[in-house]
């Protein structure tokens, strides 16, 4: 079993940042494949963000790419997303998620979530 606690969401203005984390425990941290995705009201869950086991290759979903950036430290079992230029339309939850192969989590059926963290964007 591994555990996913998201932090860091909250309310900013459109062109902010804000840098979300999420604290794993439960399994070897640097064994999974780390991802992020986002829910805003009244649509489905939507892929944000992954990163393999390494740190060495980074996905992005196209409307993403250029503005968030995620990046993992291993020795302290966190996962991040540093999101910059923010607009009101990536205001949803965000989701932490984990598993074992990459090909699962960027195909959104990931093993493992978070209880999500609420981004808030205002214009």
């Known amino acids: 079993q591994v555990q996913l606690v998201e932090s860091g969401g909250g309310l900013v203005q459109a062109g902010g940042s804000l840098r979300l984390s999420c604290a794993a425990s439960?399994?070897?941290?640097?064994?999974?494949?780390m991802g992020w995705f986002r829910q805003a009201p009244g649509k489905e869950r939507e892929f944000v963000a992954a990163?393999?086991?390494?740190?060495?290759?980074?996905y992005y979903a196209n409307s993403v790419k250029g503005r968030f950036t995620i990046s993992r430290d291993n020795a302290k079992n966190t996962l991040y997303l540093q999101m910059s230029s923010l607009k009101p339309e990536d205001t949803a939850v965000y989701f932490c998620?984990?598993?074992?192969?990459?090909?699962?989590?960027?195909?959104?059926?990931?093993?493992?979530w978070g209880q999500g963290t609420q981004v808030t964007v205002s214009s």
């Open positions: 998620a984990a598993d074992g192969r990459s090909s699962r989590l960027r195909a959104g059926i990931p093993d493992y």
């Open positions: 439960g399994r070897t941290f640097s064994s999974l494949a």
């Open positions: 990163i393999d086991w390494s740190g060495l290759n980074t």
